[in-house]
């Protein structure tokens, strides 16, 4: 049967940006780019090709590429403090959580069914709800699968470590090129007080010398991966008092032993998640201790700061979830594999990253120019594409940039309560939003009212949409050129 006619809607639906579909519809790229490579210059042409298409492993990417989870190995052999797989929520993002778990048959048809609706996926991740390599037979049965049916989606894996020095070639042999493993310490006594026990060997071990043998499956994991040149990603869950100094030293020993890239994520803490340290009161680091640890760590290995810490079913851009719309009833019972929307995206995507690298690159050159020595922190209200393309009271996160002397640098996101829902905004929403901006100078987005804006200023935060639909960095060096009273600059960029 022949694929459907597909048209540059049918494609990306209202969710990616509006500039995107504008700029597909009158010719795509319209720089003198054209032609040009993707790749950035600081960039291993072999890494590129790895990681150009991962939301995860390149801050780049995560504009364009969307992940899935499906749900297939509730199992796990660690204890975490922070972690009640039980719990489960609708409108909760974090790891461990979900709506419903999938054995491999039933996670192929959701996969399939999300490849067919969702242009953008490129990544088929297995993040638990429990442990991949100790839920191990299930992780492998749904990969096979999926290598069967959708060749060219990418495979990640996401584990505590313990087992993973059991799996690494068979990962190697399935082609898995990017892993992630959470090291929350090096040292077994900081270890005791996160890991109350671990299963392992048969047998149950708890405090420190749980905490010794999970450092060293996690240190020995490591190792196996690079020795394979598989793309590694340390996630680190930053917890205040217990191990937020002593991630400087994880930070030390993951870079040596070849990690490409460490995730400092903060605690998420709550009593109503029925967690131990939900229960207990330990607290999670607010916005600006994350970023002041994750300063501190620049220049150790490389950091990645646009985690989402998603749902173990997630779907979609990172900082959205359409997890809800495939949920197991939403699937038809027989599915086929259909890659036209997929690689029409991709064609549609290639010539926009092109376009956006030279924008990129230009401003980033204005801002070093133009730089007094100030940086700014800038809340980018965003849905996708790298443009500034959200309105401020639909934005349920803001993006982080800071424009400083070295140029223009995304440090994280804070994500926020919906402001207008139906058309009129919340006062107590507001006062969320005003107190999760904290510490940002500007706040750029497609369309603000008069009301909001009015109260941002009184909390010392100015917000503008006059660069609505501007490439993010483009309306970033613009604004920092005028406050640097380079006017000129401010004028070409
Ligand atoms: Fe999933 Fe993790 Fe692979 Fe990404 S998530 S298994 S590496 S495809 Fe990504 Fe989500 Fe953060 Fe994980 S934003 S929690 S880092
Ligand atoms: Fe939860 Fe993962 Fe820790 Fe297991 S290893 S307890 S699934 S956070």
Redesign the pocket.
Known sequence: MAAPAISVESLTGARVSDQLLVSAKSGGCASSSCGSSTRPDDVDPAIWDKIKDHPCFSEEAHHYFARMHVAVAPA?????N????KYDCANESR??VVSEKLTPHQAIRKVIAVANEVPQLSVLGIA????AC?DWEKTKATFERVVREIPDLRLCV???G?ALPDHVDELADMNVDHVTI?INMVDPEIGAKI?PWIFYDRRRYCGIEAARILHERQMLGLEMLSARGILTKINS?MIPGVNDQHLIEVNKWVRQRGAFLHNVMPLISDPAHGTHYGLTGQRGPNAMEMKALQDRLEGGAKLMRHCRQCR?DAVGLLGEDRGQEFTLGHIPGELTYDASKREAYRELVADERRDHLAARTEANGVVKIASSGKSLLIGVATKGGGRVNEHFGHAKEFQVYEASARGIKFVGHRKVEQYCLGGWGEKAILDGVIAALEGVDIVLCVKIGDCPKDQLAAAGIRATDAYGHDYIETAISSIYAAESGVQALAATA
């Open positions: 796990c052999n660690v204890q975490c922070y972690c009640n797989r790891p461990g638990g709800p429990g442990d100790y996401s584990t505590n313990l959470t890991y869950v173990a």
